[in-house]
T-cell receptor
Framework: KNQVEQSPQSLIILEGKNCTLQ??????????LRWYKQDTGRGPVSLTI?????NTKSNGRYTATLDADTKQSSLHITASQLSDSASYIC??????????????FGAGTRLAVHP | ETGVTQSPTHLIKTRGQQVTLRCSSQ?????VSWYQQALGQGPQFIFQ???????GRGNFPPRFSGLQFPNYSSELNVNALELDDSALYLC???????????FGQGTRLTVV
């Protein structure tokens, strides 16, 4: 079964600290993996997108890694800010034979950054 | 801003009623997909439209239906609303099915 699992479910850190969010997936055939940031009650906004051949990608203070062999990804946030408080969702895209590109969403990690 | 607009932003309906949610896709995009997101959960795929035809559907009953118009905007219709239909409904647009998907801000539906 195609699944995306994220950990931890929630996380509280102090402003200025770093943190790492995890994503494990069992999706096949794999097309790409995306990390989204979702503020409460808003639509997700893309942070990074990585294909099979990429193992790291940065977007400002956000750095995503991908290990396609172990089917694991992480999102590292450096020097956290209060505005980083949001849910972070890992999304894996796969393209089944004869089908359409399909997104499989994780449940997300809810991050709270405290002053 | 992603250029994807959803309306209305909030909606309250009574159980058994019908609702229509709307999505205007980003300019140049021809594919729209809809998702249901319950509180504290990740989005769940409802269906996808490509060039006015449904080309994929998730595990949702037939009372969830949709349309895509020639300008690639889209509607999600839900009949016989149930309390469990209360959620944030998101639409995402892309060019074909393989490019980056951009999400709207969502419609918060509450069924009472």
């Amino acid at each position: 079964k195609n699944q995306v699992e994220q950990s931890p479910q929630s996380l509280i850190i102090l402003e200025g600290k770093n943190c790492t969010l995890q994503c494990n997936y069992t999706v096949s055939p794999f097309s790409n993996l995306r990390w989204y940031k979702q503020d409460t009650g808003r639509g997700p906004v893309s942070l990074t997108i990585m294909t099979f051949s990429e193992n790291t990608k940065s977007n400002g203070r956000y750095t995503a890694t991908l290990d396609a062999d172990t089917k694991q990804s992480s999102l590292h946030i450096t020097a956290s800010q209060l505005s980083d408080s949001a849910s972070y969702i890992c999304v894996v895209t796969y393209l089944p034979s004869g089908g359409y590109n399909k997104l499989i969403f994780g449940a997300g990690t809810r991050l709270a950054v405290h002053p | 801003e992603t250029g994807v607009t959803q309306s209305p932003t909030h909606l309250i309906k009574t159980r058994g009623q019908q609702v229509t949610l709307r999505c205007s896709s980003q300019s140049g995009h021809n594919t729209v997909s809809w998702y249901q997101q319950a509180l504290g959960q990740g989005p769940q795929f409802i269906f996808q439209y490509y060039r006015e035809e449904e080309n994929g559907r998730g595990n949702f009953p037939p009372r969830f239906s949709g349309l895509q118009f020639p300008n690639y905007s889209s509607e999600l219709n839900v009949n016989a609303l149930e309390l469990d239909d209360s959620a944030l409904y998101l639409c995402a647009s892309s060019f074909m099915t393989v490019t980056e998907a951009f999400f709207g801000q969502g419609t918060r539906l509450t069924v009472v």
